[in-house]
């Protein structure tokens, strides 16, 4: 007991001066989920683990789920992790550079994300997984305010939240030659009110895109006030249409956006909030809520039979990616939430943890194999989880 003790503070002074925290994992009996002693006091501003009970036996586990990187609720999170997690720092600046995105390119072994922009200076950044470099892609037309994206048969595609001059708009980028388009910026003549997140949906040898629309862009840069009602669209290629397909009634200011590994089901977050800027403009009300909501795609591509799976604990679900078993993975401000394909939180990994400044939010993050690319902000952090969660079939039309 002791010696660990005393191993565990040399441990913690050896990497102080990388991160204060540590890779430690902290079992929560998922009981205290739903049950507490009754004079237990929480904020939905704060995170679960800083509920206080006076129950001092659960007390301390919270304490010690707050300096722990991985929070667990389930045995199949600590599968997923393995038995000794440990988070290797890729890249860190002075700067919030690591927010948006998180594109698994597999074939280049990269992971393209962003740093959206109030100043007309966002960036795309590509992270070599096999040597940690972080380096800005060079492409044939700058990429404006760029914000979620998504790899499909040989492309990177990047939302753009335009600016004052610049219609938001969705790009596609040839990793191998930096040669970039425009894909769709306008419905009938009119502006969409800010691309936020896109993905792809193969059905025979047919591919879809779809994306969301909120209403971001105003505030970045100048755009122009939304005027679209906020929605997902879903683009077709093969038939050169652009058609609205869930509204705002069912998902009021759709966010990040993913398909599940069989391509049969479409999931969305609403990062409806009760404060700070999201809860602005258009998509304002009280009507949303900061939830995981699925769909499954019928056979003329519409979502149909809408489920919610989530409520974010504690401010908004953004970015989120499903993996082959069905798992939902989303940013939220606790940190990553995984939930099993019923819906129940089997882990987070704690944010409190990885982020260097706390005012900053878990936004976006990579599943890239076997790997979680963590998008803290000023640090990019990656995992090697036990095995692959994620198989790279569904970025191909043939594999
Ligand atoms: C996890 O451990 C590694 C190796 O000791 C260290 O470099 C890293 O900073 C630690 N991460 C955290 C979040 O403590
Ligand atoms: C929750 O925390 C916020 C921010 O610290 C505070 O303003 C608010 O009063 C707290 N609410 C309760 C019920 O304690
Ligand atoms: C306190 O929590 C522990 C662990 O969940 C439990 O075994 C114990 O019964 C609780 N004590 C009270 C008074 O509820
Ligand atoms: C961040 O680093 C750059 C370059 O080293 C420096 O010019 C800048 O002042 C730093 N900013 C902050 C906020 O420390
Ligand atoms: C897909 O394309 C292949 C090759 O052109 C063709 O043989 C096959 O019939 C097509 N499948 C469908 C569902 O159209």
Redesign the pocket.
């Known amino acids: 007991m002791y010696s660990k003790l005393a191993l565990l503070s040399v441990l913690i002074a050896t990497t102080a001066s990388v991160a204060s925290c540590k890779n430690t994992t902290v079992s929560v009996?998922s009981t205290l989920s739903y049950r507490l002693?009754p004079d237990f006091e929480g904020n939905i501003t704060d995170n679960f683990i800083d509920t206080t009970t006076t129950?001092s036996?659960?007390a301390s586990v919270f304490a010690a789920a707050r300096e722990a990187v991985f929070i667990s609720y389930d045995p199949e999170f600590l599968e997923i992790i393995g038995p000794n997690p440990t988070l290797k720092l890729i890249a860190q600046r002075n700067e919030s550079f690591a927010i948006e995105a998180g594109v698994w390119v597999p074939d280049r072994n990269e992971v393209w994300f962003t740093s959206p922009t109030v100043d007309n200076v966002g960036s795309v950044w590509v992270l070599n997984l096999a040597t940690s470099e972080v380096y800005t892609p060079v492409t044939s037309i700058p990429i404006i305010t760029p914000n979620g994206g998504y790899y499909f048969n040989g492309v990177v595609y990047i939302t753009g939240q335009g600016t004052a001059t610049d219609a938001p708009c969705i790009y596609a980028i040839d990793p191998a030659t930096g040669h970039t388009s425009i894909v769709v910026n306008s419905y009938f003549g009119v502006r969409f009110g800010g691309p936020n997140d896109v993905t792809w949906v193969k059905r025979g040898n047919n591919s879809y895109m779809f994306f969301t629309d909120d209403p971001l862009s105003q505030f970045y840069s100048g755009g122009q006030v939304d005027v679209l009602p906020d929605a997902v669209w879903r683009y077709d290629p093969q038939t050169q249409s652009i058609v609205p397909v869930i509204s705002r009634a069912d998902v009021l200011v759709p966010n990040g956006i993913t398909v599940s590994a069989d391509q049969r089901k479409l999931f969305v977050t609403d990062t409806t909030a009760t404060s700070g800027p999201l809860s602005q403009g258009a998509g304002a009300g009280n009507s949303g809520s900061p939830a995981i909501y699925s769909f499954d795609l019928d056979d003329d591509l519409f979502p149909i039979n809408k489920r919610m799976l989530g409520i974010a604990r504690r401010g908004v679900p953004d970015g989120l990616h499903v993996d082959d078993t069905g798992r939902v993975w989303t940013g939220e401000y606790e940190g990553i939430v995984v939930r099993n394909s019923k819906g129940k939180v089997i882990g987070v990994f704690n944010s409190e943890t990885t982020l260097s400044d706390q005012s900053t939010r878990v936004e976006n993050f990579a599943l890239a194999g076997d790997t979680l690319v963590l998008l803290d902000g000023e640090r990019v952090w990656t995992l090697k989880l036990a095995y692959e969660v994620v198989s790279p079939d569904r970025y191909y039309i043939s594999s």
């Open positions: 009996d002693l129950n036996t659960v």
